[in-house]
Structures are given as C-alpha cells and as structure tokens.
C-alpha cells in the first residue's frame, strides 16, 4: 500500500503557474504508475496527466496539452504537476493517485487504487 500527500495548490490569476507536488511514503514508488486528477464542483473527475513508473511515458488530457507537465523523482518519492497559463477552467481539487504499474498508462479514475486527499486550485480571471 501507498500513502500519497498533495501540496502546492493556492490561488493564481489566470496566466500564472503552479506547481504541484505529491509525496508517496510505504510501498517502492517505483512500483506505481501515477496520476494527476482533478473535480470541479458538479463535474466528474477526470485525469489531466498520467505518468509510468519509469517516467518514461507520459499521457495528458487535450484540455492540458501545451500547458500542464507531469513528471517524477523515484529517488524522492515524488510526482509533480507543472501547471502554466492556467485558466479560471482549470480551477478545481488535484488529486494524487497511484495504480500498480503497467503496461500502459491509465487514465480512468478506477484505474488507479490510491488516492491523495486533495489539494485546491483555484484561478482568478
């Protein structure tokens, strides 16, 4: 099992960036693929980027492309979000998930067995 912890979201006008951080403590990080979700009240979660256990893959929803940017640091235990020109659209709970890893790189929430609690991003027009 892995316990994940979400940091960096806040308040940021539109433009502005943020950067994400997840931190897993418990099993190998290096045994999860990993996942960046987020919900906006009323909307179901969706998956903004997803990441393979080696970092060697990467996959992004296409409201995110150009903008958003995955990546991780087995040796910390740690996936980020890079997030850019952010847009009032973009405002929403992150979540951290992580899945046993893969083949492939899921992005169906029920793909993936944990979850963080979440972290707010919220950004001004």
């Known amino acids: 099992q892995v316990q994940l912890v979400e940091s960096g979201g806040g308040l940021v006008q539109a433009g502005g960036s943020l950067r994400l951080s997840c931190a897993a403590s418990?099993?190998?990080?290096?045994?999860?693929?990993m996942g960046w979700f987020r919900q906006a009240p009323g909307k179901e979660r969706e998956c903004v980027a997803a990441i393979s256990w080696s970092g060697g893959s990467t996959r992004y929803a296409d409201s995110v492309k150009g903008r958003f940017a995955i990546s991780r640091d087995n040796a910390k235990n740690t996936v980020y979000l890079q997030m850019n020109s952010l847009k009032p659209d973009d405002t929403a709970v992150y979540y951290c998930a992580a899945t046993t890893r893969t083949d492939f790189v899921p992005l169906l929430s029920v793909q993936y067995a944990y979850w963080g609690q979440g972290t707010q991003v919220t950004v001004s027009s």
């Open positions: 418990g099993r190998t990080f290096s045994r999860y693929d």
